[in-house]
C-alpha cells in the first residue's frame, strides 16, 4: 500500500523545533488538546492528546488514544505530513519507515482540495 504525504514549507532537515512548529501550523489543536511529537530515525510521530474528562484524575496515567482518531508523521527529510491510524508510534515508526525504504511513500506536490476529499464520503 502507497503512503501519501503533503508538504509544507518545512526547514530541513527536520529537527524537533521545526517538527514542533509544522504541528502546530498543520495540525492544529483546540479545546485543551496538545500534539505529543515523538522522534524516530527518519521521522516524528504525532498524537494528539486530550484532556481528562472530568472527573479523572489528571495525575494518573493517561487514557488510550481514542478510537477513530489518527496519528500524524512529519517527515525528517522532506518535513512532508502523512496521515496514519491510530496504532502505537512504535508502530507507526516501523510502518513508515518500511515504506519509505521500500519506495511505497509518495510525497504529492500539493495538499487535497476540500472538496476531493468531500467526494470521497
Known amino acids: 500500500m502507497d503512503i501519501h504525504a503533503y508538504p509544507t514549507e518545512a526547514n530541513f532537515p527536520v529537527d524537533l523545533p521545526e517538527a514542533q ?3 502546530d501550523h498543520y495540525l492544529p489543536t483546540e479545546d485543551g488538546i496538545s500534539n505529543l511529537l515523538t522522534e524516530f530515525e527518519v521521522g516524528f510521530t504525532v498524537v494528539a492528546i486530550f484532556p481528562p474528562p472530568p472527573g479523572i484524575d489528571p ?3 493517561p487514557l488510550p488514544p481514542a478510537i477513530g482518531g489518527s496519528v500524524c508523521v512529519i517527515d525528517k ?4 505530513i502523512s496521515y ?9 515508526a516501523e510502518q513508515y519507515t518500511q515504506a519509505m525504504q521500500s519506495g511505497r511513500l509518495i510525497i504529492e506536490d500539493s495538499w487535497p482540495d ?5 467526494e470521497g464520503d
Open 21 to 23: 512548529r509544522l504541528a
Open 77 to 80: 527529510p522532506t518535513g512532508a
Open 84 to 92: 496514519w491510524p491510530t496504532y502505537p508510534t512504535a508502530v507507526v
Open 114 to 118: 476540500e472538496d476531493d476529499a468531500a
Open 59 to 61: 495525575h494518573k496515567p
